[in-house]
């Protein structure tokens, strides 16, 4: 277990206290300064902090130290799950500045700073062969381009999703509504698996949670969290889907809807959102232009989510240096230059089949490096 373990043991003794949700943890956190201070604190000092009262810290006071830290840091170890705090440097920064982050989060695999250029792509757990293809589809091309996927592992467009970031060799986040002692739904171990080897399996809850209903509206609130904007594809309209991105909206992220069949029930909680301003999506085309948008706004994105010095704070979106090209697309990018370029003369230059710069084309504008221009013309964004 990295870390220091007598903290994390502080940190879940009072993360697990009855009546302390991720808003008051924070909120006594920023009062009194430190953990070990909280659960020193009496049930007296505790009211007095904004949104306890009297009847809450007493129930704090007598459930802090109820939960068993040193079981729960073993099984850890043996499962081999990471267990890391809001304090800690490898807590996503994007995850950290929603409203109610999770004062502890579970991993089972790796998180990288690259993963901060992460896309949600969520819906039903019922969906129709068109929805799956498109999830996947959409996962595949923007995994390939370098960004995480980040969604729930659940049936339907969960899976899909998963599924076509693993395919195309790229990195996702499974945002379990459980402890990672468990999967669910259990026919997903083989992909909790692959996901915990090439990405990570998340989870704020103690190893051994079941999955049941009322987790899995707070766990929507991570999956939108994680991500800079979130895709809707298929949901009814009071589904979790429909929960995950509103929690984006309430973050100021960006939500994208692939429309469906008007003829179709899952296509309500879509067009739901495009009628109220999310982005309709037909095409890769549209992500690009909506992850432009993101990379000419960073500056407002970095301000609002990144603790970090300047000279990172003035960093692109999409640095180069964060999302490695490929070999193929380093022998376009190398091509190119701030005067357009044809296709024709990108294949000519990089001796490559058409299909292949085609691809590397559409790859190198999702990763925000170069431009297309009118009539299949390409400019490098140096």
């Known amino acids: 277990m990295k870390g220091n373990s007598k903290d994390i043991r502080n940190w879940l003794r009072l993360v697990r206290a009855q009546g302390l949700g991720p808003v008051i943890f924070t909120r006594l956190l920023k009062h009194f300064g430190s953990v070990d201070t909280i659960l020193d604190a009496s049930a007296a000092a505790l009211a007095k902090v904004e949104g306890i009262g009297s009847v809450k810290a007493e129930s704090i006071c007598r459930t802090r130290n109820k939960f068993d830290p040193d079981r729960e840091i073993a099984l850890a170890q043996k499962l081999d799950v990471c267990i890391i705090t809001i304090a800690d440097d490898r807590y996503p920064t994007v995850l950290k500045k929603i409203y109610d982050p999770p004062p502890v989060l579970y991993i089972k695999g790796e998180l990288k700073r690259a993963d901060n250029l992460a896309v949600a792509i969520v819906g039903s ?14 996962a595949y091309l923007l995994a390939s381009a370098g960004f995480t996927i980040v969604s729930g592992m659940a049936r339907g467009i969960d899976t899909a999703a998963h599924s076509g970031a693993l395919s195309a060799a790229g990195r996702t986040f499974a945002v379990q509504g459980c402890g990672l002692a468990g999967v669910f739904p259990p026919e997903n171990k083989q992909l909790f698996d692959r996901i915990s080897q090439t990405g990570a399996c998340i989870s704020e809850l103690p190893l051994e949670y079941e999955p049941l209903a009322e987790n899995f509206p707070p766990r929507n609130r991570i999956i ?37 069949r008007v003829d179709s029930p899952l296509s309500r909680g879509p067009h739901s959102l495009i009628k109220q301003g999310a982005k309709l999506v037909e095409s890769i085309e549209d992500i690009i232009e ?5 990379q000419k706004d960073f500056t407002r994105l970095a301000a609002d989510y990144a603790d970090r010095a300047q000279k990172d704070a003035e960093m692109p979106l999409f640095d180069k240096s964060q999302i490695n090209l490929t070999d193929v697309e380093k022998k376009i990018f190398d091509c190119l230059d701030t005067e357009p370029v044809h296709t024709e003369q990108i294949i000519s ?12 084309l559409v790859s190198l504008r999702l ?5 297309q221009l009118p009539g299949n013309h390409f400019t490098a964004k140096k």
């Open 125 to 138: 757990r019922r969906c129709s062969h068109y929805g799956a293809e498109q999830a996947s589809r959409f």
């Open 224 to 260: 939108a969290g994680l991500s800079l904007a979130t895709i809707v594809i298929e949901a009814m309209p009071r589904s979790g889907a429909l929960i995950t991105a509103r929690a984006a909206l309430e973050n100021s992220r960006e939500v994208l809807a692939v429309p469906g």
């Open 290 to 294: 909506t992850l432009e948008y993101l």
């Open 349 to 360: 230059c990089t001796n490559l089949a058409a299909g292949k710069v085609n691809a590397g």
């Open 367 to 371: 990763k925000g490096v170069i431009k």
